[in-house]
């Protein structure tokens, strides 16, 4: 139990190359399907953000690709 959800089961998926000017990055997904078990996040660091609020959020180019492109159901 961690960050208030069980793992219920997880699928790795392809990952992304992405590069900006002065570095590459390789994101390697896990997309999770989790069962929520406490609706307070105790810890301070995280956010769960809604999907349908991911278009408007503060996220660099890459995350945002991932969570859109991402199917949400299995």
Do not use: N
Not at 1 to 13: F, P
Not at 42 to 66: G, Q, T, Y
């Amino acid at each position: 139990l961690r960050h208030g959800c069980r793992l219920l089961c997880s699928q790795q998926l392809p990952a992304i190359d992405h590069t900006f000017s002065h570095f590459r990055l390789r994101i390697e997904i896990l997309r999770c399907d989790v069962e929520v078990l406490a609706h307070g996040v105790s810890e301070d660091v995280l956010e769960w953000l809604p999907v349908a609020d991911v278009a408007a959020a503060a996220l660099s180019a890459p995350i945002k690709r991932l969570l859109l492109a991402t199917p949400l159901a299995a």
